[in-house]
């Protein structure tokens, strides 16, 4: 035991406490030198239980979002006000938290396995392989292992399964919230498509504000609310919802098309 305790999943803590750190280490002056993070709910983050809640947000980028949760939230717990300022919170982090990935997203490269190792549940997307649309039955295993890290800890969610804005989320989502029955805390993120690329690895542009919005847990009735009235829910606290596109300036709604337009074509390209 001792040295070698393993968590559900039969990574070794001592290994994944160090490699969150080193990564840790690396990464905070992403959000603290090259570019500014903006933080609103710490003390949310500390009211938490130990166990069984699940994080729902908007996603930007791969890896810089769910990179500087990890961050928030470990600066959070170790009585940070709204910053990640001294990275000592990285000397004891919180081991138990998750966070869903696609599984072919996590055996790119080494350094997505490393990632993955430091907390990943990766899951076989139904919507998307390779670059192209299938349609295929969700795993129930893969519900299981959320159910498993939600038993265990936190778990990081990002229900639309991609980076375009404003897209439908997946009703998966409300399938787990309904069974397993945790507290869904909404997070609202901004900033990180314009700093990184897409990916999150590689910094794009200095000197961009980035803003993470951690707000109250949502009331849901898991026994009698419906799937379509929690994924509704769920759209309006990430702020999601197709009626959020009438405040949207043009301007930002031309880039956000012109960006898809350009990965289509590249898709093209490659198949």
Do not use: C
């Amino acid at each position: 035991m001792g040295i070698f305790k393993e968590n559900p999943f039969g990574h070794i803590l001592f290994l994944k406490k160090w490699l969150i750190r080193v990564l840790g280490l690396l990464t905070h002056s992403r959000y603290k030198q090259f570019n500014s993070l903006e933080i609103e709910g710490s003390d949310v983050i500390r009211s938490l239980p130990e166990r069984n809640v699940l994080f729902v947000s908007n996603h930007q980028t791969y890896f810089a979002d769910v990179v500087a949760m990890f961050h928030v939230f470990n600066a959070s717990l170790s009585g940070r006000v709204d910053n990640i300022k001294n990275v000592g919170y990285l000397w004891q982090p919180k081991l138990n938290i998750y966070y869903v990935a696609a599984a072919e997203t996590m055996k790119e490269s080494l350094l997505t396995k490393i990632f993955a190792y430091a907390g990943s549940i990766s899951v076989e997307r139904t919507w998307r392989s390779d670059g192209k649309d299938v349609n295929r039955q969700v795993k129930m295993s893969d519900i299981s292992n959320i159910g498993t890290a939600l038993k265990d800890g936190w778990v990081i969610t990002f229900p639309q399964g991609t980076t375009t804005p404003w897209k439908p989320l997946r009703k998966g989502t409300a399938h787990i919230i309904k069974k397993y029955k945790p507290i869904v805390v909404p997070v609202v993120i901004d900033g990180f498509r314009r700093s990184f690329d897409k990916k999150g690895l590689r910094v794009k542009k200095k000197g961009i504000l980035q803003s993470m919005v951690i707000k109250e847990p949502l009331d849901i009735d898991y026994d009698n609310e419906s799937f379509e009235s929690i994924i509704e829910k769920l759209e309006y606290a990430i702020e999601q919802h197709p009626s959020f596109l009438k405040v949207i300036p043009q301007k930002e709604l031309l880039a956000y098309e012109k960006e898809n337009e350009l990965r289509r074509y590249r898709n093209r390209k490659k198949f």
